[in-house]
């Protein structure tokens, strides 16, 4: 039986990568929880994968929690076997879905943190006061994450061809491998372009250079990891607690910052390359709260400062 099923795992996987382009590391998580769930089911005695039942699945569950999973992590191993199993009900594998009516562990969800629009000005100027090719990559780097709103990932994976700067948009690739277009506002849209004119090309070596729009010292692709400790080190120069600074808390601080302003929560969806609103949402809750703070600072009766004079 498992041979039979480490089949069907091995054929799921194939079609989540070719078909609907899920990212390796996806790949990867799915493949870690769907073995966990073969080995279970050989360890229960399940002979023919044919027979699966609910009680299987929730069963898998119990043991993924007797195991000391969080709930987020037996989440993901429930979305993980139910796309499995939707895959071999497609297929003809199997002829009806034991998953069905299974309940997802409760999860709290906790609201993204964003900086302040003042301490990501200072993280800004902080890498303005730096001269040289590495400094106009890094201003740039800041003004397109802050500006536009992506992932880290879709950052340093940007292409020379990305960029139409006649009309300044960024054509983004995104999870899942769905594209999307993200303008830029004159203040990236010039770091971007004094960048790409004066310092890029000062990184370029030799004839065969990678077609990334950012750098790294010795002219490979920008990295992740790279971008990440760059932005610690500007946090630090500009006065700011280097654990709070993170490419992802600039794409919150993006979306906050939005709304705050009277952005439509559908166009910041589209922006941020969310396929389901309801994970937009969660940044009006931000918004919120950054009111409330703001109350509880200063008005007399808020509880703050003000209030104690």
Known sequence: MAEHLSSWIDAFLRHSAVERGLSPRT?????????????????????????????????????????GLAPRSRSRALVAVRRLLRFLLATGRIHSDPSEGVVAPRIGRTLPKALQPAETAALLAAARRRTGPMALRDVAMLEVLYGGGLRVSELVSLPLQALDARVGL????????????????????????????????????????????????????????????????????????????????????????????????????????????????????????????????????????????
């Not at 044919?50 to 009680?55: P, V």
Request: aromatic residues 6%; without cysteine.
């Open 170 to 309: 960024l054509r983004v690739l995104g999870k899942g491998g769905r594209e999307r277009l993200v303008p830029l506002g004159e203040p990236a849209l010039a770091a971007l372009q004094a960048w790409l004119a004066d310092g890029r090309p000062k990184l370029l070596r030799g004839e065969h250079a990678p077609h990334a729009i950012f750098l790294a010292r010795h002219g490979r692709a920008m990295s992740r990891q790279n971008f990440f400790l760059r932005l610690r080190r500007l946090a630090t120069e500009a006065g700011l607690e280097a654990e709070r600074v993170s490419p992802h808390r600039l794409r919150h601080s993006f979306a906050t910052d939005l709304l705050e302003g009277g952005a439509d929560l559908r166009a910041v969806q589209a922006m941020l390359g969310h396929a389901d609103l309801s994970t937009t949402q969660i940044y009006t809750q931000v918004s919120r709260g950054r009111l409330r703070d703001l109350i509880e600072t200063h008005h007399p009766r808020g509880g703050g400062s003000r209030s104690a004079r």
């Open 27 to 67: 790949l990867d998580a799915y493949g870690s929880d769907l073995a966990r769930f073969a080995e279970y089911l050989e360890a229960a005695g399940l002979e023919d994968p044919h027979t699966l039942t609910l009680e299987h699945v929730t069963g898998f569950l119990a043991s993924r929690e007797a195991a």
